[in-house]
């Protein structure tokens, strides 16, 4: 890759968009409220880029998160990212996130169990929130210990998570696929998983009595 520039792109979950410069690709973007502050927050990124067409490795890159994002199999390991402006905890954290296959998730502690550093799940959340390549490193398939989601810093948070777990049909170690009919994580009440589940296929929430106060 050679002049820094960027990207929008359309996806199975909305406008995404990409930045590069020399050394690979600097940034990856999850859908925005408005086009406006996509393409200002994806300049902030790389200062003086320009909207233009990618070059041939960005061009694969879109390529494949495209796949993706609309369910297909799809390698992304072979994208060159570059980290040269990245901590060494937060690189090591987006290389063990790199390794986990699509329909499988990992909790944030064991992670940290990988990276030699156990009871380091908060950083590894924190590193997981900063995350500039989303997709790409998929942070999205690291959750919480004890089927809890976990958070995720796109502007839909945790309902885009779900929404893409859904997508990759993922499964957690010992669990039901997450969309299945029977409510997969567990410490969720099961009508507050319906209604996430509902949200994310589109369907109208359904109503519900209001919980008694005690």
């Known amino acids: 890759m050679t002049a820094p520039g960027f990207t929008r792109f359309d996806t199975a979950i909305g406008r995404c968009g990409i930045a590069w410069g020399a050394a690979g690709v600097v940034a990856v973007q999850l859908p925005e409220k408005s086009e406006a502050a996509a393409r200002a927050r994806l300049r902030r990124r ?3 880029a320009q909207d233009s067409p990618p070059p041939p490795e960005a061009r694969a890159a879109v390529d494949g998160i495209t796949a993706l994002l609309r369910g297909e199999p799809s390698a992304l390991s072979s994208v060159a ?5 990245v901590p060494p905890f937060q690189r090591r954290v987006y290389q063990a996130a790199r390794a986990i296959p699509r329909g499988a998730t990992l909790t944030y ?18 590193a997981l929130a900063r995350n500039p390549f989303p997709i790409v490193v998929p942070c999205h398939r690291v959750v919480a210990a004890g089927g809890k ?16 777990l859904a997508i990759e049909g993922a499964r957690a170690s010992d669990q039901p696929a997450l969309f299945e009919d029977e409510p997969a994580l567990g410490p969720f009440p099961a009508r507050v998983h319906r209604r996430k589940v509902d949200a994310v296929r589109g369907r ?3 109503r519900e009595p209001p919980v008694p106060r005690p």
């Open 81 to 85: 990212l570059d980290m040269g402006r």
């Open 46 to 48: 790389l200062p003086g």
């Open 204 to 206: 109208p929430a359904a």
């Open 149 to 164: 989601l976990g958070g995720f810093s796109a502007s839909e948070g945790a309902a885009l998570k779900l929404r893409l």
């Open 109 to 126: 502690g064991e992670i940290a169990a990988k990276l030699g550093a156990p009871g380091e799940a908060r950083a590894v959340g924190q």
